[in-house]
């Protein structure tokens, strides 16, 4: 016989069992119920309680209550896997220049100053133990001098110690090293004034820029001694004092930002003469001038004082860093107000270079990886598994999925665009241009010198369907190189809109007409794995083909190495590429668009970088700021007549991230490229 427990234990275990059989959602499930039945009935003039259990199947609304989330922790907090696309093009820190590249030379080496993680437009020390200034003597008066007291008892990874010397050779080795495809224009155009961008611009008018076997067949050994002297005058090293001093050829505000770019990363002198870099000797430095990134022989190596060390790098599969258990900061020294100090926590930092999209979003999935490269089409895709969203400098909150497990960052100002560059002289040799000629088969190397067929590319490209599905609406429209809301930049400038009659009109002024009857092809060029990059060039192929059918434009993928090399010596007709800006200067976007970086490799006609070189160093020197913006407002009007460049739009930046990351900056991620690792962590298990 049941007790009235024990029917009320048993009760209790079937609904239990009841609740387990349905989804998290109410809905109704036929179960077995056994239930108490209490009657009163009368016998005989008495009341009678009669108790029986009985059960029977019924449908029942429940609501299961959710399965607690499992704890959100990384599989190994002492790893750090990231799944991106876009090799290294090398490990120099004077010639790296590409986010993959300077993301590890960030890691591994340092520079005198940083940025301040706290507000990243001021400046911490770093290998100097102070940061100069008018006020502490650091900075003369006429703001053309710059005196650095570096730091004492920091050793690099193979256990030399850091000297003054070694500063002062690291900036002359860059600045004498040079390379046209490299960031050393940013300190030549201060430190001695040369606007070119080479170091060989005082030798006969700079003939041999970019020739090294010119330069050591054609100068003079005066004019070779004379640009060494030149460099080692500029940046003088005092060991006994442990100061460098920078002797500027100008006064140059921005000279700091420049200082605190990977570009300023000092290196081992010792180390590198024994990797057969330049020994220091004035009559030898030709011998390593403008070697490119494949010949440098610091290009696979890497000896600096920072966080990390280079653990090995495959090309083409991964590159791997190891914590600096001997890194030299202390809870005196961290890297800024609140921020990390002494080794690392996470130890092992690991780049996996994966094209395929599919593969990345599963180890996103799965946890295998803290960070995957997310093209912006892809993001809808992403965001069913974020359960925490934060937007730039308003905090973080639970999405609808709270136990989701990624987090998403949003909002973070650009630093960084996209554009499609036409290069005006093809390489002759270029595999991408078909025939070579007008032909319906091919276009000549010139084809994009022609002013209406840059002006039919930039109204032939829908701007608004490419922010919107694209850029997934987070972009901003860009009428010139400066981006909207820099000094300079004029939000009432003309700008080029999708027109596809204006544009046909445009192809049939081009080439004295040539061209709606013979058509032309040729191929536009993107990194593999960058499918944002590929719709760019697919959008251009389906709007100049709905135009004209014989107008045929094919898009191709090539390794980044590849997508570089070429594009450096000038062989893509067209190439849908990205400027990260090196400091936050007007003169940091006009310089490289114009006569600098991208002048170059779309071999822009002398008299047209020139041109841009003027204004551009006039604007630059000027100290008004109201005067300098008048001076840019011209340099976009000139910008939008002439249409180097079709200007896309400015993205806003967004990050996913696991949320077992704990530390990102986003402050940081304004200045720096790529993640700076060593101020996160990992939650453990």
Not at 660 to 672: D, K, P
Request: with cysteine.
């Amino acid at each position: 016989m049941f007790t009235k427990n024990r029917i009320g234990l048993l009760m209790a275990a079937l609904l239990v069992l009841a609740l387990g059989l349905v989804a998290c959602q109410p809905q109704t499930q036929p179960v077995e119920v056994t239930r108490v039945v209490t009657e009163t009935i009368t016998e005989e003039g008495q009341e009678v309680v009669v108790t029986s259990v009985v059960t029977e199947v019924q449908e029942v609304v429940v609501t299961a209550t959710p399965v607690p989330a499992a704890p959100i922790a990384a599989p190994d907090p002492t790893t750090y896997v990231s799944q991106t696309f876009g090799d290294m093009d090398t490990l120099d820190p004077a010639l790296g220049y590409d986010t993959a590249s300077n993301t590890t030379i960030m890691h591994v080496y340092e520079s005198l100053i940083f940025y301040d993680g706290n507000d990243p437009t001021k400046y911490v020390p770093a290998l100097a133990t102070e940061v100069p200034s008018i006020e502490n003597g650091g900075i003369s008066a006429d703001g053309k001098t710059y005196t650095f007291h570096i730091r004492e008892g920091v050793t690099f990874h193979e256990g030399q110690t850091l000297e003054a010397s070694d500063v002062a050779y690291s900036f002359q080795r860059g600045l004498l090293q040079s390379d046209p495809n490299g960031p050393q224009w940013l300190f030549l155009e201060p430190i001695l004034g040369y606007v070119s961008g080479d170091v060989t611009e005082g030798i006969q008018d700079g003939a041999f820029a970019g020739d090294p076997e010119g330069l050591k067949a054609g100068a003079t050994p005066e004019e070779l001694l004379a640009t060494c002297e030149l460099v080692k005058a500029a940046v003088v090293a005092d060991d006994a004092a442990g100061t460098v001093t920078f002797n500027l050829a100008q006064s140059w505000g921005p000279l700091l930002a420049t200082l605190a770019g990977t570009w300023g990363s000092v290196i081992d002198q010792d180390w590198a003469v024994a990797q057969g870099s330049w020994d220091g000797d004035c009559a030898t430095w030709q011998d390593h001038y403008a070697p490119g990134a494949e010949n440098t022989p610091l290009g696979a190596v890497a000896n600096g004082t920072g966080p990390y060390k280079l653990d090995h790098w495959t090309p083409g599969e991964e590159y791997v860093l190891t914590a600096n258990e001997n890194y030299w900061r202390t809870a005196e020294t961290p890297l800024f107000e609140g921020g990390p100090f002494g080794p690392p926590a996470i130890k092992t930092v690991i780049y996996r270079l994966v094209d395929e999209w599919g593969t990345r979003f599963a180890a996103l999935q799965a946890g295998d990886a803290a960070v995957v490269a997310i093209n912006t089409a892809d993001r809808p895709q992403v965001d069913p598994l974020v359960g925490e969203a934060c937007v730039y400098q308003q905090g973080c909150s639970p999405t609808e999925s709270p136990d989701a497990p990624l987090r998403r960052w949003t909002g973070i100002p650009g630093i960084s665009r996209t554009d499609i560059f036409l290069t005006w002289n093809i390489a002759p040799d270029s595999p991408y241009i078909g025939s070579g000629k007008l032909d319906g088969n091919g276009i000549p190397p010139e084809f994009f010198s022609d002013v209406n067929v840059r002006k039919g590319m930039a109204t032939c490209f829908d701007y608004d369907t490419y922010i919107a599905e694209v850029m997934l609406g987070e972009g901003i429209r860009n009428n010139g190189p400066i981006p909207a809301g820099m000094l300079g930049y004029n939000p009432d400038g003309p700008m080029y809109n999708y027109n596809p009659e204006e544009c046909a009109a445009y192809f049939e002024a081009a080439w004295d007409g040539a061209l709606p009857a013979t058509g032309f092809r040729f191929q536009a060029a993107f990194n593999t794995g960058n499918t944002a990059r590929r719709t760019i060039g697919e959008m251009l192929q389906g709007e100049l083909g709905s135009i004209n059918e014989l107008y045929q434009v094919e898009t191709i993928g090539l390794p980044w190495p590849t997508f570089l090399r070429s594009f450096r010596v000038s062989q893509l007709p067209i190439a849908a590429s990205g400027w990260q800006e090196d400091i936050h200067d007007p003169h940091n976007w006009i310089q490289p668009y114009t006569f600098g970086t991208y002048g170059g490799r779309q071999a822009m006609p002398q008299e047209i970088k020139d041109k841009y070189q003027a204004l551009a160093g006039a604007a630059a020197a000027e100290s008004d700021p109201a005067k300098r913006e008048e001076m840019y407002f011209a340099i976009q009007q000139e910008w939008y007549n002439d249409i180097p460049t079709v200007i896309l739009a400015m993205a806003t930046g967004t990050r996913y991230e696991q949320r077992w990351v704990n530390g990102y900056s986003e402050e940081l991620a304004r200045v720096v490229p790529g993640s700076f690792v060593y101020t996160m962590s990992l939650q453990g298990q």
